[in-house]
């Protein structure tokens, strides 16, 4: 994350009830994504991207699940402008080989 981002700075923060640690990564033009990593947990459980000080994306994650060894969110509750949408696993496999005429990864 330090390449993509110029500054990260971690804190500790509490959300209601709940303590996270909040990795605070500045980008360009005053964007900042903000991850809040479980006290307890180590697991990512929210992201936010905060652009002219006004938050743009929002998402919580929930309900961690085992898949192949990695632990990945079942369920993400996203929001953007006003509008919710909620994405669930329903199947995992990783490391599937992929066509690169459907697939092109992105070049960093």
Do not use: H, W
């Not at 699940?65 to 632990?71: A, D, H, K, P, Q």
């Not at 990945?72 to 402008?81: A, K, M, N, Q, S």
């Amino acid at each position: 994350m330090s390449s993509a981002f110029k500054d990260i700075t971690v804190q500790k923060c509490r959300i209601g009830d709940a303590l996270f640690y909040k990795v605070a990564c500045p980008g360009e033009d005053n964007t900042v994504l903000n991850a809040y990593v479980g006290y307890d947990s180590c697991q990512i459980e929210r992201i936010t991207v905060v652009s002219g000080g006004k938050v743009t994306y929002d998402s919580s994650l929930k309900g961690y699940g085992l898949y192949e060894g990695v632990r990945i969110p079942e369920e993400t509750l996203v929001r953007i402008d006003g509008v919710e949408q909620v994405f669930k696993v329903i199947y995992c496999k990783l490391n599937t080989p992929l066509d690169t005429s459907e697939f092109r990864p992105p070049v960093f």
